[in-house]
């Protein structure tokens, strides 16, 4: 099945820093990548996504890029603000059934 | 007016019980999932439903039963508890065709001690 990798696990910055988490995957048939945020004790959320026929797609402050020859995708997030502080997920649309494989999470926390 | 509900948010039970779980969307969506986040927050899939019918099974055990009456509900029962069983889990739903992603319902919180 699909492996999906994330990277970091953690991730600490300063208010106004940027912020990057990259995902890598396995199966090259994957055509679409959505990015979650979990904030503590509350439901994943759709904050971004982007399909394989465009490289990169961009709201506000946050972005994601995508290299399918490479399969990796990033999500970028500048001029971080301490509600940023959350888990993010990455994600992977796989075989049949709209089936989402997640990757491990990354808990970024901006700091003051 | 919330899009996807499940109830209840908390259950803490002993084990060897059974409990069930349930979850609505009023979004309309066509296909509704089961997925287990554990302790180190890992998000697994478990079921998926497609206009009432099963289409994702993962290797979940058998204790595990999901049950779709209809498209815009999907039930989760578990049998005979078991202290590993302790996780949020996660009710969501899409569409089928032109896939946006997943919403996701509020959580229930399984604590079985």
């Known amino acids: 099945g699909e492996n999906v990798e994330q990277h970091p696990s953690t991730l600490s910055v300063q208010e106004g820093d940027s912020a990057v988490i990259k995902c890598t995957y396995s199966?090259?048939?994957?055509?679409?990548f959505p990015w979650y945020k979990q904030e503590l004790g509350k439901r994943p959320q759709l904050i971004i996504d982007?399909?394989?026929?465009?490289g990169e797609k961009k709201d506000q402050r946050i972005a994601v890029t995508l290299n399918k020859t490479a399969k990796h995708f990033s999500l970028h997030i500048t001029e971080t603000q301490p509600e940023d502080s959350a888990v993010y997920f990455c994600?992977?649309?796989?075989?049949?059934?709209?089936?989402?494989?997640f990757g491990t999470g990354t808990q970024l926390k901006v700091e003051l | 007016d919330t899009a996807v509900s499940q109830t209840p948010k908390y259950l803490v039970t002993q084990m060897g019980n059974d409990k069930s779980i349930k979850c609505e969307q009023n979004?309309?969506?066509?296909?509704m999932y089961w997925y287990k986040q554990d302790s180190k927050k890992f998000l697994k899939i478990m079921f998926s439903?497609?206009?009432?019918?099963?289409?994702i099974n993962e290797t979940v055990p058998n204790r595990f039963s999901p049950k779709s009456p209809d498209k815009a509900h999907l039930n989760l029962h578990i049998n005979s508890l078991e202290l590993g069983d302790s996780a949020v889990y996660f009710c969501?739903?899409?569409?089928?065709?032109?896939?946006?992603?997943?919403?996701f319902g509020s959580g229930t919180r399984l604590t079985v001690v």
């Open positions: 969501a739903s899409s569409q089928g065709t032109r896939f946006y992603g997943y919403t």
């Open positions: 199966d090259s048939a994957s055509n679409y």
């Open positions: 982007i399909r394989s026929n465009v």
């Open positions: 994600a992977v649309l796989t075989g049949g059934g709209n089936k989402l494989t």
């Open positions: 979004l309309g969506h066509d296909t």
């Open positions: 439903y497609n206009n009432k019918e099963l289409i």
